[in-house]
């Protein structure tokens, strides 16, 4: 029997009446009819015991002992049982924000060497907390859990739902659509003393039906409980419509007579004091939120917004197109978003435009001629707009981390900042992937473009191609929307093109514009590996002209035809029979491979199928890979490989046909020279010292030299154009190709 069954029928009933304004006693008979006291089983990963309780003693259990996780792990509360771990991660916290803060005041002093000295610091510090929660998810660990690993990454993907789902509901036109959302929401309301902020603030009267309106947005039409919320909302006070009315409005209420007049206030302010920017020695610093002339305003003005607008209330899933998502990740990751563009691990990037839009057509007759001041426009009206949602994120993260049951004392721990203002970000198709310009960077002022993931950045790519893209980036995407030249940017890229295919065949391009690799430790890599293979060519070519390793080396992609080969066999011999010795050597490496792979799958073989000749040519072969490894001995067993190979190439036409059948073996090397070279010969290493064209690649006006680079320029370039609704295609190759054609927006 339950022990807590009784209360929790009178708190349930007791909620629902009040929730769905009926009777209790049709509460109680709802109750009586249809709950089920469900047993629990709850699983100590720990010491690896299971314990049964009833979900209702369960459920008040549980609130005065554990937080409960969204993955549904329990861990005891902060006050009742604290881990080593979690008191050296506080403690690390603590240290963390001390180092931050003397790295701003140094950057603010314009003492560069100090304020170096506490970043690294508060780096090391940031990485140390980071790697503790790997160290739950790594299996050699002596902390290994992976209940506590999920936790923590669970943890971090909801404390951004939170973020994300209150500035779409604060400043967007997001909407729940799940009623539970909105009885909470009114029941909030009910709480608040809404006489007194009808005193406070100059509200309009508002009907039930704008209040509704207001509520469901979209979904207003034909919402499914729309009679029980017009009951509600019937129901209320004129005063409690009013305040409700104002949940989730934003701009509605900076229209409040008294909001208006602060803000006014505030850009006023900035209009006579250098747009609240102060000069210090190490910069320009520029926060509304801290400038000793606007800094009560700003917090007043947001005090405000938070008394009128705040109204997210609800921290479970919702239904999205029809589709139940279980929780706020699933939520505003498949909503239509119209203020966060972007979400990452750890942050969101929030569009202002609106509200900067508002400002200076609100304010015009005070802001006139200075609304083309790029400071004033760029820098403060984003800052203020910003400072919002800052303050709407970090008031509802409070009332997150009680609903949750974190400690009081660890909630600030919980925060979220404005690090950056951008003017323009660039997208991509790819997660982590973006290019923008920065105005504000730590409230310091900045004028620098940035890059996040994007490829042509990273250090294996081509550098000529990437200041290819670079250049475009900068200068033609990286634009005001309404300056975008797309006529202009097709011609680009098309003009680039032709130039590559001319000079990636050129001597220039051998010496300064090549590819470079890099290679630490070649004991490392498998004989197979890309820039082995390359490196081993130039080496079999020019065995007098040394590639060090580890190092640099240039990378030349090349293509044969059996037509070019023909040639290359009649008029340059020398060559010819360097590669067929080079494709030979890889083609039993290859036969290696496979003799390897079928080992470690011959427990699926049937080998009554097989004759005891071939078993036991089987059993050789077997003999040799079993203590074969791919990165690290192939060669000591080289010999030993070509024997068996040549057995297999030189046997009858019985065992040659079984063996085919065993293992998948090619063709014998000889039949098909031409195919091999071109299938095994694709790159050439080359010293990056280089002052002259290798013979291998001078041939025929560099025919053997692969033009495909092209495709690398492209392959850069188009994740880059694709979100400007420029069409990208795949060629025949199965490369991203930009074309001229755009998508109708």
């Known amino acids: 029997m339950s022990k807590y069954m009784t209360r929790f029928r009178l708190d349930w009933t007791n909620t629902v009446a009040k929730q769905l304004n009926i009777e209790h006693s049709k509460a109680e008979a709802i109750f009586d009819k249809y709950y089920q006291d469900t047993k629990l089983q709850i699983y100590n990963s720990v010491n690896f015991k299971t314990t049964e309780m009833n979900s209702s003693d369960f459920y008040y259990l549980s609130q005065l002992n554990f937080i409960l996780q969204e993955n549904g792990v329990l861990f005891w509360k902060y006050s009742k049982k604290q881990s080593v771990i979690g008191k050296e991660i506080v403690n690390k916290m603590t240290i963390r924000q001390e180092f931050k803060r003397l790295k701003n005041h140094y950057t603010d002093l314009g003492d560069k060497i100090q304020a170096s000295v506490y970043k690294g610091m508060e780096q090391r510090t940031k990485i140390f907390i980071n790697s503790l929660y790997g160290l739950f998810g790594y299996i050699a660990s002596f902390l290994y859990n992976t209940d506590v690993a999920d936790s923590v990454t669970t943890a971090g993907r909801n404390v951004i739902g939170v973020a994300s789902c209150i500035t779409e509901l604060y400043g967007g036109d997001f909407k729940f659509y799940i009623v539970n959302a909105h009885l909470k929401l009114l029941e909030h309301v009910l709480s608040e003393d809404c006489d007194k902020l009808n005193k406070i603030y100059t509200l309009e009267p508002k ?16 919402y499914y409980a729309r009679s029980l919320l017009e009951n509600r909302i019937n129901n209320l006070t004129q005063n409690q419509r009013n305040v409700l009315y104002y949940k989730n409005n934003l701009l509605e209420c900076l229209k409040v007579p008294e909001l208006h007049k602060v803000t006014e206030d ?39 917004l938070i008394d009128l607008c705040y109204g997210f209330y609800y921290y479970d899933g919702d239904y999205i197109d029809g589709v139940y998502q279980e929780n706020m990740e699933y939520v505003v990751r498949n909503i239509q978003r119209k203020k966060i563009a972007l979400m990452d691990t750890d942050s969101n990037v929030t569009v202002l435009s609106h509200e900067k839009d508002y400002l200076l057509n609100e304010y015009k007759d005070i802001i006139g001629d200075r609304k083309d001041d790029k400071n004033f426009r760029e820098v403060f009206l984003p800052l203020l707009a910003s400072s919002w949602y800052i303050g709407a994120t970090q008031h509802g993260f409070k009332l997150y981390s009680r609903n949750v049951g974190i400690d009081e004392s660890l909630i600030p721990m919980i925060d979220l900042e404005c690090e950056m203002i951008m003017e323009d970000c660039q997208l991509t198709i790819f997660k982590k992937n973006y290019i923008f310009t920065t105005v504000v960077h730590d409230f310091l002022l900045r004028n620098e473009m940035e890059t996040r993931g994007v490829k042509y950045k990273k250090s294996d790519s081509n550098k000529f191609m990437a200041k290819k893209v670079a250049d475009i980036v900068e200068n033609k995407i990286i634009v005001p929307y309404d300056k975008l030249d797309y006529k202009e940017l097709f011609n680009i890229m098309k003009n680039d093109v032709d130039e590559i295919k ?22 490392t890599l498998a004989y197979g590996e890309a820039r082995l293979k390359a490196m081993r060519l130039w080496k079999a070519l020019y065995p007098d002209v040394e590639i060090e390793v580890p190092g640099v080396i240039g990378n030349i992609k090349i293509v044969f035809t059996e037509e070019l080969l023909e040639k290359i066999k009649s008029e340059y011999k020398h060559i010819y029979d360097t590669l067929y010795d080079v494709a030979l050597d890889l083609h039993i490496y290859s036969f290696a491979n496979k003799c390897r792979s079928k080992y470690e799958k011959q427990g699926n073989v049937l080998w009554s199928e097989y004759t005891p000749e071939c078993r036991s040519y089987v059993n050789d072969i077997f003999d040799i890979v079993s203590r074969y490894e791919k990165k690290i001995n192939y060669l000591e067993i080289k010999d030993k490989i070509l024997k068996v190979y040549n057995r297999y190439y030189h046997s009858d036409d019985i065992l040659n046909k079984e063996l085919k059948k065993l293992f998948g073996f090619n063709p014998a090397f000889e039949k098909k020279v031409d195919k091999y070279i071109i299938e095994y010969i694709t790159r050439i290493g080359i010293p990056t010292d280089l002052d002259k064209m290798p013979e291998i690649l001078s041939i025929y006006d560099g025919e053997v030299m692969s033009d495909d680079i092209v495709s690398e ?3 850069l370039l188009a994740p880059l154009v694709q979100t400007l609704g420029i069409v990208v295609l795949k060629n025949k190759k199965n490369k991203k190709v930009a074309t001229n054609v755009l998508h109708v927006f």
């Open 502 to 523: 001319n000079y990636v065949t050129s001597l220039d391009f051998i010496k300064n514009s090549k590819t470079l690799t890099k290679i630490k430790d070649p004991s």
């Open 207 to 222: 009907t039930s039906k704008m209040c509704l309106k207001s509520l469901l947005g979209r979904f207003y039409d034909d």
């Open 266 to 304: 505030i850009i006023k302010l900035a209009l006579d004091n250098n747009n609240l920017i102060l000069d210090v020695d190490g910069g320009h610093l520029c926060n509304p939120g801290k400038h000793p002339l606007a800094k009560d305003l700003v917090k007043k003005l947001n005090d405000m």
């Open 713 to 715: 320029y492209e392959q």
